[in-house]
């Protein structure tokens, strides 16, 4: 395991991880009005508390905010995994029903991380070191992957 | 190869991927009523001649029925891969949008199958034939994949 990936637990803002999660958020900000926002707060969206949770229905599909959501916390993983190892993996997210879903990050012919969603209508973390733990504990787990088997990773 | 996997191409219904379609066509006639159909009529929906692939239009989204589908052809070379095999191949497929889309099969921790879909709108083939090569083409790409990388589709 790289120094990067190890000093992730030191400051959660300055994780692969998070680092890469806010440059996809600002990849959307195309006119430039989160220019002044600062990064904990274009995190906001991901920090839902145990009272805020609470709160969330759980009735039918989740709303394309809450999805999107998901989706970039995985393209997150997957640039963060790029940066570490220099290898490409790309997400694919499907939403099933109800909240529930699957996502998979492939790097060449191998499935780097695989994940079974559940309850995504309250996909969220507790605060910013909580966001930053779950998205590198995905980043670690695709890195050793990948360090198990290269050849299928590139091939 | 097996000899099942070589037989594909003298009787194209005769396939480890046609049978295999069959059944998973068949599984959805939960009250019974196609059982007095034959197989060639539960397939003829995958028989897509060139001039009725013209008459499809392909604005907006492929309709429920056409992505079901899309998706039964590949669940049935997920099947033809197991039997053929003994490893489970599941399919995850995500549409996009406007007919676009991509499907990847995966045994263990490998891909064994990946493709980008385009046109599913107009998703079929020409005869019986055309039908049992494509699938079989897929299945043996997989049990190509599977057999290079044994170990990871075991992972």
Redesign the interface.
């Known amino acids: 395991m790289s120094d990067t990936v190890a000093t992730a637990e030191t400051d959660p803002m300055d994780s692969p991880f998070v680092r890469a999660l806010i440059s996809r958020i600002r990849a959307d900000d195309m006119y430039g009005a989160w220019e002044n926002k600062k990064d904990s707060a274009l995190l906001r969206e991901y920090i839902v508390t145990k009272e805020e949770r609470r709160a969330i229905p759980m009735i039918g599909d989740p709303d394309p905010d809450t999805l999107s959501r998901v989706e970039h916390f995985y393209q997150a993983v997957g640039l963060a995994v790029e940066q570490v190892t220099g290898l490409m993996a790309s997400p694919?997210?499907?939403m099933s029903h109800e909240g529930f879903g699957?996502v998979?990050l492939?790097s060449?012919?191998?499935?780097?991380y695989?994940k079974t969603l559940r309850d995504m209508h309250r996909f969220g973390f507790e605060d910013h070191a909580a966001l930053a733990r779950e998205g590198m504990k995905a980043v670690q787990a695709a890195v050793a992957?990948i360090e198990?088997?290269p050849e299928?990773a590139r091939?």
């Open positions: 694919m997210m499907k699957r998979m492939t060449g012919k191998l499935v780097v695989s992957a198990e088997f299928v091939a």
